[in-house]
């Protein structure tokens, strides 16, 4: 599991500690407006009593007109200073959700490189001659042969629960971890009806696997003779634990979320592990573009409770061969100050 090192969140601290710059400076332009109406206040009695006093306060007269201009000088400046304040807060808040649909992106990216190296595995192990020989002959010895050689690339690539191989009738005839499963039918699976429909490589959605205990995405390829008939399938079951190593280095806050979602908006990634396939994604702005297909953005939000919500989303864009599942990448920062 990667470590996530300080230096990692300083920009999200940062920013915190703008924000709280930003309130305690809005406070100081505040105290000031609030002084300059007392200000103003003064000016207007002291015009007043010198109008009362007649003659003899006309010299306080001219010192009240000066305080008034004074005070109007110091409200037309202290609201100049009001209107920076808003427009650095502004400019800091994009420049920080841009940092987050970075992170977004970056996030998609090595999850789409991962799974295209993944697909890339099937294709090459599905072209051994003796998983080609396993396929056509679906001789005892030979399977267990390369039974053995699944299990050698298992215990090599780490990355995988089981490789497997069906006939055509969707029967498996050898497995690298689940000798279980060796004989059992899995014609009624869909992703065997989609690779013996289709007859081209197939990457199932990550889903809950019972064989393995565990989330998983398949990978499924035809296995060709020499003359090009299709006589069999290689399957790989991908161990979902290792794209954590992505999603736990992303640089993000603590208190920060980093949520992967499929097509229909569930987490099937999070920080959080118990959010899987527990938690449909808000339907934010920053969320339903995503999920519509847009590829990189931000939004800044402000959330039920009235904090300010930085949250930046990607949507795959696959990788070579690897089209992706349509799944899409939020990073979503709550800040203190609002």
């Not at 915190?16 to 332009?29: A, F, G, H, N, R």
């Not at 989609?194 to 019972?210: C, F, G, R, S, W």
Request: aromatic share 10%; glycine share 6%; net charge negative.
């Amino acid at each position: 599991m990667a470590v996530q090192s300080s230096s990692q969140t300083d920009v999200s601290l940062s920013f915190q500690e703008l924000l709280s710059s930003y309130s305690k400076m809005s406070d100081i332009v505040k105290s000031i407006q609030n002084f300059t109406r007392q200000t103003e206040l003064l000016s207007y009695n002291s015009s007043i009593e010198a109008a009362r006093a007649g003659t003899a306060g006309k010299g306080f007269d001219v010192i009240s007109k000066e305080i008034k201009q004074l005070a109007k000088k110091s409200a037309e400046s202290n609201e100049k200073s009001a209107e920076q304040l808003d427009i650095i807060k502004v400019k800091v808040n994009e420049v920080f959700a841009a940092r987050m649909a970075d992170i977004a992106f970056d996030t998609i990216d090595k999850v789409d490189r991962n799974l295209f190296e993944r697909n890339c595995d099937v294709q090459a192990w599905a072209t051994f001659d003796k998983v080609i020989e396993a396929a056509e002959n679906e001789d005892e010895a030979v399977c267990r042969q390369i039974s053995l050689l699944l299990k050698n690339l298992v215990d090599i690539y780490e990355v995988y629960y089981d490789v497997f191989i069906t006939d055509m009738k969707g029967k498996v005839i050898a497995s690298g971890t689940h000798w279980e499963i060796i004989g059992s039918d899995q014609s009624a699976e869909e992703w065997f009806k989609e690779i013996a429909a289709q007859k081209t490589p197939t990457v199932n959605d990550m889903h809950y696997l019972d064989f393995v205990k565990g989330y998983t995405v398949g990978y499924n390829c035809p296995i060709f003779d020499k003359t090009r008939r299709m006589c069999g399938i290689l399957s790989t079951r991908f161990n979902w634990s290792f794209i954590y190593d992505i999603i736990d280095s992303a640089r993000i806050s603590p208190d920060g979320e980093l949520l992967l979602l499929n097509s229909e908006g569930l987490v099937i990634g999070s920080k959080k592990r118990q959010e899987v396939f527990d938690r449909i994604a808000e339907k934010t702005p920053a969320v339903q573009k995503a999920l519509n297909g847009a590829i990189y953005g931000y939004s800044i939000e402000t959330g039920h409770d009235g904090a300010l919500r930085i949250v930046g989303y990607a949507h795959t864009r696959g990788y070579n061969a690897y089209k992706g599942k349509n799944w899409s990448v939020i990073a979503i920062e709550t800040m203190s100050g609002k």
